[in-house]
């Protein structure tokens, strides 16, 4: 077994108490030294500010990281699972891609202008996902758009074919793995 290797299970949606955990977990374990992490996601996805902040964070921090999709890697999740170098799936996985929205609080007014920097700001967020997930599997940014704005969802041979699955495997870690979890149960976090 790999001493330098660690698992986080993460098995919540993209939020900021979640994502916090996350990279509490890979501090820590970057001062005990080590120096690759596998993420195993299964996520409905969430917030793109910190989804995006966390696929950042992982691709620049000293790790080799690898992906692995238990379950969905959906919406944001997207994103997060495109962090590894190397991407696996489960047979059963799904993974969804769409397009960016924006929750309006009830009795909110907006002027021109704001409503124009919502939008502008809708619009880097969408094309800041389409960015990652184009270079990750080569594909034209357009062309993700496209796919987002269609609700595109990808069995795991799908994934392999349009390049965000590098191979589809049913096991996920080693007998005596190092695994952290990270979950929602009942709106409350638990992290073991």
């Known amino acids: 077994m790999n001493s330098n290797k660690f698992y986080i299970k993460f098995f919540a949606p993209v939020i900021p ?3 916090s955990s996350l990279m509490q977990i890979v501090d820590a374990k970057l001062k005990q030294g080590k120096t690759e992490l596998v993420l195993l996601i299964s996520t409905p996805g969430g917030n793109v500010f910190h989804g995006l902040s966390t696929y950042n964070y992982l691709k620049g921090a000293p790790l080799e990281v690898t992906t692995h999709n238990f379950g969905s890697a959906d919406s944001i999740g997207a ?4 962090a590894g170098s190397k ?4 047979p059963q996985a799904r993974f969804l891609l769409h397009g960016v929205s924006l929750n309006f609080p009830q009795g909110c007014n907006l002027e021109e202008k704001q409503l124009e920097e919502r939008l502008k700001g809708l619009q880097i967020d969408m ?3 389409a960015r990652v997930i184009a270079e990750t599997v ?3 940014k357009d062309d993700v758009i496209r796919d987002m704005l269609n609700r595109t969802t990808l069995y795991p041979e799908q ?4 390049g965000l699955v590098n191979e589809i495997r049913a ?10 979890s990270i979950e929602i149960t009942n709106q409350t976090q638990k992290r073991n």
């Open 138 to 140: 080569n594909k034209d």
């Open 159 to 162: 994934a392999v074919e349009y």
């Open 79 to 82: 994103v997060l699972f495109c």
């Open 127 to 129: 094309g800041n996902i």
């Open 87 to 90: 991407r696996y799936s489960v």
């Open 17 to 19: 108490e979640t994502v």
């Open 171 to 180: 096991e996920l870690f080693e007998a005596g793995a190092d695994i952290t």
